[in-house]
């Protein structure tokens, strides 16, 4: 299966990558602030409610002197430089004293009101460096302690440092459990991406076996929404079938009609004699050679891009080779085939016509020898394949190659034929897109080479 920027299941895969990791930091970022944005109103609450018991549980004395045992029920204020302190301090004159809680192991000093304004409750919040450099949130209060009116400052200070700590580590646990989340997710994403696109694999498949021949539609159960896809494929490949099978028909049909008009003529022409014979009887002869070319060449044209013509070469040039040893067992046949399995983009018969010709005609001139082999080509962004045939016979020269091609030219009269074998495997494989090259043998005789496209 492809697998790039192209691939139908890589952009499914990484849109739906894309719009999780989006969709996960987004969740990240609104729990993250929602948490912070709760533990920070749980934190001045907090503080808000120690500074109220504080200011509750502090007095005057008779001599004007701060009293009080406050005790706000957590621990830390009792820890030495904990973090978390309270104290009291004498505002106004007449009043003396100063209490601080047992954490308190130094004056903290608190901002003027220049730098801190009370608000109209007399109150003020501000962030300050504790004792031991941590960070401290202080909640600031001036109340009235006495109906002569003496004021007392209460101060309660919490360590805002270990809130930032517990915000940080739910963070990290929530980056971690989204990560992982995030992680199955894709997974079970493309899992069931890769699932839901396997029917496509199994049209391609199908598709790859009708055009090698070994099936003649797409068979199998496909989803519903690629059954219609499946069923226009089917419907198109029979209707490619039926206009080949009918262009043959046609020209079967044609040739048939033909055939006696023209015999009748050539009849005629020899049986006339004469100049005018030779003349009607040559015409008519050459009229029956174009009819058979021009109709061979519709019928390869009408199946050359076919989808259903399709010929495994290795068993056919197998049975061609067995059958040229019987009728000819006194030359020795070597047959070399390609570890890869070779197809033919076209129909058997054609394919044969090629091999035939061009092994007929080495087992005629070979002396002793012939050979047989495949290959297959690289040819830029076609697959093509060659077949060579090669005998130890006289060879043809170059500059008589050309003339050995031309229909009904024959280069050795003493030899039995018609001439019109290398022009027929020519035009067969012009007709197919392929290429014939004559060449000097290895062995010492000719060396016909035929290259032809191949299905992958």
């Known amino acids: 299966m492809t697998f790039g920027p192209r691939s139908l299941t890589f952009r499914v895969i990484a849109f739906s990558t894309v719009w999780a990791i989006v969709a996960l930091v987004v969740i990240y970022t609104v729990i993250a602030t929602l948490y912070r944005q709760t533990s920070e109103r749980g934190f001045d609450s907090l503080l808000s409610a120690h500074l109220f018991n504080l200011i509750g549980s502090v007095g005057v004395s008779a001599a004007g002197e701060l009293t009080g045992g406050p005790n706000l029920g957590d621990l830390r204020f009792s820890r030495p430089n904990s973090g978390w302190y309270w104290a009291v301090e004498p505002v106004s004159r007449g009043l003396t004293g100063e209490l601080r809680s047992p954490s308190m192991t130094r004056a903290i000093p608190s901002p003027s009101a220049a730098e801190v304004p009370f608000n109209f409750d007399f109150q003020r919040s501000y962030a300050m460096e504790g004792i031991s450099g941590e960070e401290l949130e202080v909640f600031e209060s001036e109340f009235v302690l006495d109906s002569q009116n003496r004021v007392g400052r209460f101060r309660v200070m919490g360590n805002r440092s270990e809130l930032e700590e517990e915000i940080a580590l739910f963070e990290w646990r929530l980056f971690t459990y989204l990560s992982l989340f995030g992680v199955g997710m894709i997974a079970i994403n493309a899992v069931a991406i890769l699932l839901g696109l396997r029917p496509l694999s199994r049209v391609r498949a199908s598709l790859a076996l009708v055009r090698q021949g070994t099936a003649q539609r797409l068979d199998g159960r496909f989803p519903a929404e690629i059954e219609p896809l499946a069923n226009e494929t089917n419907a198109l490949i029979e209707n490619n079938r039926r206009i080949v099978e009918r262009s043959r028909t046609q020209v079967g049909n044609l040739a048939h009609s033909l055939k006696t008009p023209l015999a009748v003529l050539l009849n005629e022409g020899r049986a006339l004699g004469g100049d005018k ?36 070469i290795a068993p056919l040039l197998r049975r061609m080779a067995r059958v040229m040893e019987k009728l000819n067992p006194r030359t020795k046949l070597a047959l070399r085939l390609p570890a890869t399995d070779l197809v033919f983009a076209g129909e058997r018969e054609d394919l044969e016509e090629i091999v035939g010709n061009l092994l007929e005609n080495a087992m005629k001139w070979a002396r002793s020898a012939v050979a047989i082999s495949a290959e297959p080509l690289e040819d830029g962004a076609a697959s093509m394949f060659a077949i060579s045939i090669e005998d130890d016979g006289p060879g043809i020269p170059e500059e008589e190659a050309r003339e050995a091609l031309k229909r009904g030219r024959r280069l050795d009269e003493t030899k039995p034929g018609t001439g019109l074998g290398l022009a027929i495997v020519a035009d067969l494989v012009n007709e197919y897109g392929g290429r014939l090259l004559l060449e000097r043998s290895a062995m010492g005789g000719l060396k016909a080479v035929v290259q032809l496209r191949s299905v992958q």
Request: charged letters at 20%; a positive charge.
């Open 277 to 312: 014979g030779r003349l009607i009887a040559d015409q008519a002869a050459s009229m029956q050679s174009q009819v058979d070319h021009y109709l061979q060449r519709a019928r390869v044209a009408a199946q050359r891009d076919s989808v259903v013509y399709r010929t495994p």
